[in-house]
Antibody, heavy 119, light 108 residues
Framework: QVTLRESGPALVKPTQTLTLTCTFS??????????VSWIRQPPGKALEWLAL???????YYSTSLKTRLTISKDTSKNQVVLTMTNMDPVDTATYYC???????????WGQGTLVTVSS | QSVLTQPPSVSAAPGQKVTISCSGS????????VSWYQQLPGTAPKLLIY???KRPSGIPDRFSGSKSGTSATLGITGLQTGDEADYYC?????????FGTGTKVTVL
């Protein structure tokens, strides 16, 4: 059974750096074809893809946010970490991590974690 | 801003059919598989359709998907109150993931 769980602070101040951790089970990110993405959703708005890391440690970032994002993985801990610098109130959103399979669909999602940016 | 355009909302009575369109371009839908996700209120998205028209196990055949050129369509027949949700299409564009603008389905 595949599960993913996001963890991190619920509240960050403007200009701070956000660090989120996705802890997963039921698959290995060292297996060929496996990828994990971060996606966010501001309240009442659409899904927005942020970043992806694959089994080969290749990393891809949203064009509009790439200067602020860093994604990494710890295969031994079954974790993927996302950092986002210079947080702003517009970054308030629920942040999801999700597993992508070889044919490109998001098969499994975490429950999401709400991050509020406020002073 | 999403590169995939969906209608903001669709509605129909219980038992009826709705279709949701997802319009893209040759760089995304035109050259990649499309998937569809259902997001019930207050929950994470859930995979409904993958590889344009395939259903994961457990998804009823009331849900169907199709793709033609640079557009894709999700169909829901026999509409139920439990289908009230937001629906998103998704695909890839130059190795970057993209989602649609989202469509709210209302059962009248």
């Amino acid at each position: 059974q595949v599960t993913l769980r996001e963890s991190g602070p619920a509240l960050v101040k403007p200009t701070q750096t956000l660090t989120l951790t996705c802890t997963f089970s039921g698959f290995s990110l060292s297996t060929s074809g496996m990828c994990v993405s971060w996606i966010r959703q501001p309240p009442g708005k659409a899904l927005e893809w942020l970043a992806l890391i694959d089994w080969d440690d290749d990393k891809y970032y949203s064009t509009s946010l790439k200067t602020r994002l860093t994604i990494s993985k710890d295969t031994s801990k079954n974790q993927v970490v996302l950092t986002m610098t210079n947080m702003d109130p517009v970054d308030t959103a629920t942040y999801y991590c999700a597993r992508i399979v070889a044919t490109g669909e998001y098969r499994h999602w975490g429950q999401g974690t709400l991050v509020t940016v406020s002073s | 801003q999403s590169v995939l355009t969906q209608p903001p909302s669709v509605s129909a009575a219980p038992g009826q059919k709705v279709t949701i369109s997802c319009s893209g371009s040759s760089s995304n839908i035109g050259n990649n598989y499309v998937s569809w996700y259902q997001q019930l209120p207050g929950t994470a998205p859930k995979l409904l359709i993958y590889e344009n028209n395939k259903r994961p196990s457990g998804i009823p055949d009331r849900f169907s998907g199709s793709k033609s050129g640079t557009s894709a369509t999700l169909g829901i027949t026999g509409l139920q109150t439990g289908d009230e949700a937001d629906y998103y299409c998704g695909t890839w564009d130059s190795s970057l993931s993209v989602f649609g603008t989202g469509t709210k389905v209302t059962v009248l």
